[in-house]
């Protein structure tokens, strides 16, 4: 059997786990409750371990919102959790870009969209990519 705690999961990851597993879905669930109970599954610190992780990874937060709903993540929970760190996409989207690019500044149309599918392919807003690019 392997171990689940190599790191934290979501609810809803535990329970597609063990549903492949062909427990009974009642079962599952009873579990799944009283790991809450005793603390030890959480979505709050799952999502918030899960947001840290990604941006040490140069992530944003359009792409971050999706792999939080694909895990199962409430997306009130998944908001919540995001504007904690609103102050600071706009510092992480500068890193992501010069570690890559370098602070050179550029103004060939073709670069400049090169550029910019790469910040929102990592999760970027758009609009935020625009202000680094064109400011």
Do not use: C, N
Request: charged share 40%; proline share 2%; no cysteine.
């Amino acid at each position: 059997m392997r171990l689940l705690a190599a790191r934290e999961h979501s609810r809803r990851e535990l329970q597609r786990k063990l549903s492949t597993r062909e427990y009974d879905p009642d079962l599952i669930e009873q579990v799944l409750d009283q790991l809450q109970r005793d603390g030890l599954q959480s979505d709050e610190r799952f999502t918030e371990l899960f947001i840290e992780s990604r941006m040490r990874k140069g992530q944003g937060p359009v792409r971050i919102r999706l792999e939080l709903k694909e895990r199962g993540v409430d997306s009130s929970l998944t908001e919540r959790a995001l504007e904690v760190y609103e102050d600071e996409w706009r510092d992480l989207l500068r890193q992501v870009h010069d570690a890559k690019y370098g602070t050179a500044l550029v103004h060939e149309q073709k670069e400049l969209a090169k550029r910019a599918r790469f910040l929102e392919y990592r999760g970027f807003p758009g609009e935020l990519i625009r202000q680094l690019l064109l400011d």
